[in-house]
């Protein structure tokens, strides 16, 4: 599964933005998607995840109640729409996907990942 994130780019708190990632190869082996950031110095975090099946996501604590999370039904594209943006929100985004479970996105073992997308978030 190749994974490409795009649609990041620079805005100011408060701003809203959705960022895409597009899957192709075997997509059919992915049952999880998901994104992750980093930002230089610091560890990946977790932000969201769901199942290709029944769209049940899992959501990383400090993004709730701003992010949604959300798919195509053509199994190609996933989106991550993120609301009242805050500086720290700045990060590079990347698309990840597994074909076992969401628990692995959530604790960062997943299988595959993609380049990122940067987004910076400017107070």
């Known amino acids: 599964v190749q994974l490409q994130a795009c649609g990041g780019g620079l805005v100011q708190a408060g701003d809203s933005l959705r960022l895409s990632c597009v899957a192709s190869?075997?997509?059919?082996?992915?049952?999880?998607l998901g994104w992750f950031r980093q930002t230089p110095g610091k560890e990946r975090e977790f932000v969201a995840a769901m199942y290709w099946s029944d769209r049940s996501a899992i959501l990383a604590d400090s993004v709730k109640g701003r992010v949604t999370i959300s798919r195509v039904s053509s199994k190609t594209t996933v989106y991550l729409r993120m609301n009242s943006l805050k500086p720290e929100d700045t990060a590079v985004y990347y698309c990840?996907?597994?074909?076992?479970?969401?628990?692995?996105?959530?604790?960062?073992?997943?299988?595959?990942w993609g380049r990122g997308t940067q987004v910076t978030v400017s107070s």
């Open positions: 190869g075997r997509t059919v082996s992915a049952s999880a």
């Open positions: 990840a996907a597994d074909p076992v479970s969401i628990h692995r996105i959530v604790n960062l073992n997943m299988q595959y």
